[in-house]
Nanobody, 115 residues
């Protein structure tokens, strides 16, 4: 019943910026965290950024200082502002919602950083 829909992915040149959005719908209880993971070709899925219910933010080492996660709790939307993008950022980005009952994933949105 809970659905996560990502948007904002696409093709961008190195050094460019992109903003991803993830809108949650359905009945959601006891949110622990919302965030973003990514999986590049031939790689394991890794944490990009998440934000807990208390407002604590966690970032993967490779994106610190370049990416910023934020939420709009009224709209039930999480954003990922990505600046200074590098080819290594190329991946499918997945929105993640963690609750006390379950974990939900979006379908993913492709981000490609290339000249």
């Amino acid at each position: 019943q809970v659905q996560l829909v990502e948007s904002g992915g696409g093709l961008v040149q190195p050094g460019g910026s992109l903003r991803l959005s993830c809108a949650a719908s359905g009945i959601i209880f006891s949110i622990n965290a919302m965030g973003w993971y990514r999986q590049g070709p031939g790689k394991e899925r890794e944490l990009v950024a998440d934000i807990t219910r208390s407002g604590n933010r966690n970032y993967g080492d490779s994106v610190k200082g370049r990416f910023t996660i934020s939420t709009d709790n009224v709209k039930k939307t999480v954003y990922l502002q990505m600046n200074s993008l590098k080819p290594e950022d190329t991946a499918v980005y997945y929105c993640r919602l963690s609750t006390s009952l379950s974990t939900y994933w979006g379908q993913g949105t492709q981000v490609t950083v290339s000249s």
